[in-house]
């Protein structure tokens, strides 16, 4: 992933604006619970992504004496912190919201003007999420996609297709329950609908949190990079064994690796320092994301 791509971020950012505008507008004409928390929802969405942008903008700051290298890591900060206000903003307040109906029903009103929104808003947060799928597919390559969301290290794409694919199992839910009530007229409904979706937020938030906990403490890097440099490795004419090797996801784009590898023995210092440069060079060729590629000749213990 390129560190400047945010057209998947700006374009929920957009969605959600909108659709959380006329979901509070149906909350208001409905008194609909699941509706509130449908509205925000939305709006603690559009802070997420604003959360996001901020994150991959912090990434593009330059090295300095105090982060050495860079600030990659700072997306999954935010991305983290865009899963706790998912499970409080989004689910929480959903659960508490339901609740509230369930023990405390209010008659609802215009229920055909609530779910003809629902539906609106359907259509513009399922098109987001195919996007989303869309631009998953393109990355993951051949890699099956639910293992694609579990090894991934583009945290934003997987935080936003996260919210979006809650927001549009959540506005289905929402539908469904405020039909329900409107049909039977006991709004009691519209509460278990407002629980429904807090649920599946609180669920989505735990998911994200977990993933992104993984890469914001230090993650390996994707398998086939540990193999292109294992492969350089054993093709190198001069590089014996490989005695140990860790690669680190640093951020979207930035991978660092440091190996210790046996050599030929009987090399000058000067041949030793050009099988560790083309070594290195053919690494690089090969996944220009390894900013940093730190080798050393070891003697096996």
């Excluded at 997420?48 to 105090?66: C, W």
């Excluded at 549009?168 to 609908?193: K, P, Y």
Aim: glycine share 8%; hydrophobic share 50%; net charge negative.
């Amino acid at each position: 992933m390129s560190k400047d791509s945010t057209a998947h971020i700006f374009q929920s950012l957009a969605a959600n604006f909108f659709i959380a505008c006329i979901k509070g507008a149906a909350a208001y004409f409905t008194a609909s619970g699941s509706m509130a928390a449908e509205t925000v929802h939305s709006f603690a969405d559009c802070g997420n992504q604003g959360l996001l942008l901020l994150g991959v903008k912090q990434t593009q700051r330059p090295a300095d004496s105090l982060h050495p290298m860079g600030y990659g890591r700072a997306l999954y900060f935010w991305s983290f912190m865009v899963a706790m206000l998912l499970f409080t903003g989004g689910g929480a307040f959903s659960i508490y919201e339901g609740v509230h109906k369930i023990a405390h029903p209010e008659p609802l009103e215009h229920v055909e003007i609530g779910i003809g929104i629902l539906a609106l808003s359907l259509l513009i947060e399922g098109g987001s999420t195919l996007s989303n799928i869309k631009e998953m597919n393109v990355r993951r390559r051949e890699k099956p996609f639910f293992r694609y969301l579990r090894d991934s290290k583009d945290s934003d794409l997987i935080v936003v297709f996260g919210e979006n694919a809650a927001a549009s199992l959540g506005l289905i839910f929402a539908a469904a329950a405020l039909a329900i009530a409107g049909v039977t007229g006991d709004a009691r409904w519209d509460g278990a609908g407002s629980v429904a979706i807090g649920v599946v937020l609180v669920g989505v938030a735990v998911f994200l949190a977990r993933e992104v906990q993984s890469l914001l403490v230090g993650e390996s890097a994707d398998e086939q990079i540990m193999a292109v440099v294992q492969k350089a490795a054993v093709d190198h004419p001069h590089i014996l064994e490989i005695l140990n090797l860790i690669t680190i996801q640093q951020g979207p784009g930035e991978v660092m690796v440091a190996i210790k590898v046996h050599i030929t023995p009987d090399l000058s210092v000067r041949q030793a320092c050009e099988v560790i440069n083309t070594f290195e060079a053919t690494v690089r060729a090969q996944c220009p994301e390894v900013e940093w590629l730190f080798v050393e000749p070891d003697l096996p213990s």
